[in-house]
């Protein structure tokens, strides 16, 4: 446990930490000026390589191996970009926020070292609109820090390489959290997904290459290459190395993010942020953001904290946003709460999506206002099949999941609460 928050948030608590002069102490921006110095020996093939050996997977959900999707990027002339993922929009998720907030300089130079790895003389930051008070100025403020420092721009300390990096605030919408709809933003176009193939390192932003990556991603590049890819993958598992920032709220002690190895067991992690909140008992936890399925408190007890272990039970590590759902709460109430948020974000793309995810609301809404029918459980059960791998991203399959995982686990609820008129199981 002493390697613990030596990743990402390794400064925060030093005053003024988003500052330029305080990264730079903590020898800030030092892996940067070595790559650029000895380009030779530290050059895009030797940087990628470490990034595979370390293990780091994809932050923002999906969990792919980010080096591997480096390594994609075709080897030409083309203009090539580099994209950072910061809409942090999924429920329960807030960990790139308090990056952007507290630490922004590791993102700056996370960016830069990518660029140089893939190829990329720009990279855009994709910043969620809702941070336009607090995080956006700190990541423009390190940004323009940078600059003045002579670590951004063109021939970048008289090294031959180029890198100029743009913020963009986004307008708050939850889609533009998926890869092709962020890119579709940025090029100034509705947030809609875009068919693939093409995949964004071939035809991405402005049909060039490009790579995206999220927010903690490349946030962690840093310090895997100052201490090398094993120092990396001694944290966590085999399977599932180094370390996550876990965003912990609902019924909790100590709500917060907590940055840790994976493979810890749920216990360990709910431990060390204090307990359930006055000493409930537990009910259900949902593991990774809310798109991903509940797991009643009796099967993710069993569970570590990584990706095969949840998956194995049936659900997924996501973004590690764990929301924590203690005894005496009504299931189906929470459900509506979560399908309400899917079925205003739905971008209208995909029929099966526009359509479903208003379904699956008004259901739920006349459960809970005593309206609900004797098929309506049925109902939404095949709603829900009827949207998942149906639409052109996975929008669609996170607002199905919490429905169908509900279902499964909590079945008695809903159907209580049809046969008595919109009373919760939870209210006795």
């Known amino acids: 446990m002493s390697k613990l928050n030596q990743v990402i948030y390794s400064n925060i608590n030093d005053s003024n930490s988003w500052t330029i002069d305080e ?34 997977r994809g ?61 990329a003389t720009v990279g855009y930051n994709y910043v969620r609109g809702e941070f336009m008070l607090e995080c956006y100025p700190r990541i423009e403020a390190a940004v323009k820090e940078a600059y003045e420092a002579g670590l951004l721009g063109g021939n970048i300390l008289e090294s031959g390489v180029d890198f100029d990096l743009y913020n963009f605030l986004g307008a708050g919408a939850y889609i533009c959290g998926e890869e092709t709809g962020l890119l579709e933003s940025l090029e100034g176009k509705q947030g ?68 840790l190895p994976l493979g810890l067991t749920f216990n360990e992690v709910i431990e060390i942020a204090g307990g359930i909140l006055d ?38 590590l996501g973004t590690g946003a764990m929301i924590i759902i203690a005894e005496d709460t009504c299931m189906v109430e929470l459900l509506k709460r979560i399908s309400r948020f899917y079925f205003a974000e739905s971008c209208g793309q995909c029929t099966p999506c526009r359509e479903g995810t208003g379904w699956l609301y008004r259901i739920l809404d006349r459960i809970t206002n005593g309206q609900g029918l004797s098929g309506d459980l049925s109902l939404l059960e095949d709603v829900a099949g009827r949207i998942e791998g149906n639409t052109i991203c996975a929008f669609g399959d996170a607002s199905a999941w919490p429905v169908q995982s509900f279902l499964k686990h909590y079945h008695h609820e809903f159907k209580y609460m049809i046969e008595n008129k919109g009373k919760s199981v939870a209210a006795g």
């Open 192 to 259: 809609k997904p875009r068919f693939k193939p093409p995949f964004p390192a071939n035809f991405g932003l402005y049909g060039k290459p490009t790579t995206v990556n999220n927010t903690q991603t490349l946030a962690s590049i840093p310090k895997i290459i100052e201490n090398g890819s094993k120092w990396y993958s001694d944290f966590g598992t085999e399977k599932s190395p180094g370390t996550l920032i876990f965003s912990i709220s609902g019924h909790i002690n100590n709500p917060g993010n907590y940055e």
């Open 59 to 119: 932050r923002g959900g999906a969990g792919f191996p980010t080096g591997l999707k480096w390594s994609f990027m075709p080897n030409n002339d083309d203009q090539k970009y580099i994209v950072c993922n910061s809409d942090e929009s999924e429920p329960g998720t807030c960990h790139d926020r308090d990056i952007l907030k507290y630490n922004p300089h590791v993102l700056v130079e996370g960016m830069a070292i990518a660029a140089y790895a893939i190829g």
């Open 23 to 56: 990264y730079l102490k903590q020898g800030g921006y030092s892996v940067w000026k070595d790559i650029l110095a000895d380009q030779e020996n530290k050059n895009s093939n030797w940087i990628i390589e470490e990034v595979k050996k370390s293990g780091l």
């Open 279 to 316: 000493e409930r008992k537990l009910k259900a936890v949902i593991p990774g953001g809310s798109s991903t399925k509940v797991l009643p408190a009796k099967i993710i007890e069993n569970c570590t904290m990584d990706y095969e272990s949840l998956q194995s039970a049936d659900s997924a």
